[in-house]
């Protein structure tokens, strides 16, 4: 009897350490993410868009002053875009180059390698470079205009398939483009690597099967891979949306907004409208917007892996 | 079993790969053959030439430059990277073997401060360090890294524990041992691949990160990654001496990858939630 009493309180004071360790955390969270994000939210309903702060409320102003603006309905667009553009590529590219380096090549490791590598690079980096690349009169330009093209990347001001709506014209910016080559170059190897992983974890046997059911190579990836990846899918488009909808130093390093906002994003005006310009609540406004673009992806996955986990 | 068309897939196979991996390399190209060029050697249309000599005086020069910014971002990323691992690793070790009531639900308030966009909690942020005296100073930046550091810790921990079986636990808790001897003597002594990966992780994030740097830090408390924009920013463009500053801006985490390789792949899919 006495030993158990003592186990039980042993277990409990142990228990507490747990949720001691713990507590330092769970306090700098809830302070420096959730009490910074209503903090956020306050000054985005307040009047200071000067230099000295001024926590008066003003309501839903600086919203409405948003979603009015030009180059904030021009943020928007690019933004949409973007994000579809890049994460398509991304996907296909990576998911295209697992299925080929899962099929026993030769130096598999070096190729993987190279397409891994830009992972380890910072987006300032890659702006700075793929600037220098992707700049209308260099060598990737001198190659194509012996194709008779000659793009202008991230100069270019027109909309594809673009049509008025309200102030802006709807449609992909063709300088977007150019974002989504870099971004795409960069960020392909996290593709890779998650599906080429997950290939890894199909069971050869299951594909024998399908083999020996008389399916072709062909039906065995639309029946059998393509499914067994998707949870992989659902992880990549989660972590590339939450990249895509926060951009900020891949613009701001390769083009600025861009003439006529061609390339500019929420990110990019939140910086330069709050420390630039000294509007706070308006940059606190779109850093709102944008926070909220995040969690419409992000709060159902994390809900659904929490469930999946208890 | 080789027909003439196995044959041909083969081929295309390699194509396909050879032409993407040049693709991908092109950048690396340039940059080593642009920095390596004098300055009256550059042009636009030259870009792709092999310089007609090696010229090393574009690194110099990026090297003055950047010199001590790449200094402070060794200063910010070491302690930045060692503390967020530890507390990492102690929040980690919480959350999956000393699971109670709520602490799935707290788990998942702490990771979604992973993907916040940093922009949504910035100008409180500055106001912060400004009052307490952080603001423009290394020590406030190690300090955000740390804090915005905790979710993707405690997630690449708690992952890496749950692999740890639990009746090792059992057994030494019935030898006696209880949370913090438990930790000591057996968590910590397997941590050691954890703390490589995360450390490797959070190092490449830090080095690489721009937002907070740019908005927290001027001039001389400058990361590494600031002072190259705005060398490249500046109204007169040496592409050579950019693209030096891009290749040293850049060659750390670099070297982590190329050294620690299969430890730097293992982050990224330890870091992507599912795992």
Redesign the interface.
Known sequence: MATKQKTKQ?FS???W???G??A???L??LV??????S??GY?SLSNWNTIVPDFSFAGLKNYLYLFSDFRFQSDLRNMLFFTILFIGAVII?GLG?AI??D?K?KGESF?R?????????????TG??????L?P???VN?FLKTFGIEPLWYTDTNILAGFQWGQIEFGVPVAILSIVVASA?QMT??AL??YL?GLRGIPEELREAARMDGASELQIYRKIILPQLR??TA??V??MA?IS??I??LI??MTGPGANFVTDV??LY??ET??RGNY?AH??A???I??LA?AIF??P???N??RA?? | MTTPSHYFARLL??F??IV??L?????VY??LV?SLKPLDEIS??Q??ALPTSIDFSSYVQAFEELGPNFLNSFYLAIPATLLSAL?GA??G???SK?K?KGS??????????M???????????IQ?LDTIGLYNSILGLIFVHV??G??IT?LMFRNFYANIPDEMLESARIDGA???GIFRHIILPLSITGFVVVAIWQF?NI?????FA??ITQSDQQPV?VA??NL?GSQIVQ?NV??A??FI??LP??L??MIL?KY??RG??AG???G
């Open positions: 042993k004071k142990d228990q350490l747990a949720i360790f713990l330092p955390s769970i700098l969270i420096f993410v959730y009490g910074f994000i903090w956020t000054v590219l180059l080929l380096l099929k090549i190729f390698n190279i397409f891994l590598f830009p992972m380890a690079l910072s987006f300032v980096v700075v470079v793929w600037q220098w690349l700049n009169s260099t060598g001198n170059w190897g996290f690597a998650m992983a949870p992989i992880s990549v989660i972590m939450h909808l926060k900020f130093d701001y390093a929420p990110g939140m910086f709050t420390f706070y940059g606190a779109i850093a709102i944008m926070l995040v992000i709060v996955y994390l809900w892996n929490r986990d208890s | 196979k390699y396909i790969l993407l991996a693709f991908f390399l092109m950048p340039v940059i642009t636009l249309s870009m792709w507390l102690m929040n070790y919480v959350l000393w109670f799935e639900t707290l788990f998942t308030v702490i990771l979604f401060g993907f916040i966009p940093y922009q949504s909690i910035l100008i409180p942020l912060f804090v915005y905790l979710p405690t209880g949370f913090l490449t080095w690489n990160e721009f937002l740019v908005t990654m190259l924009q490249s592409w950019q693209m500053g891009a801006a850049a985490t670099l982590v990858y390789g730097f792949v990224l899919l992507s939630v599912k």
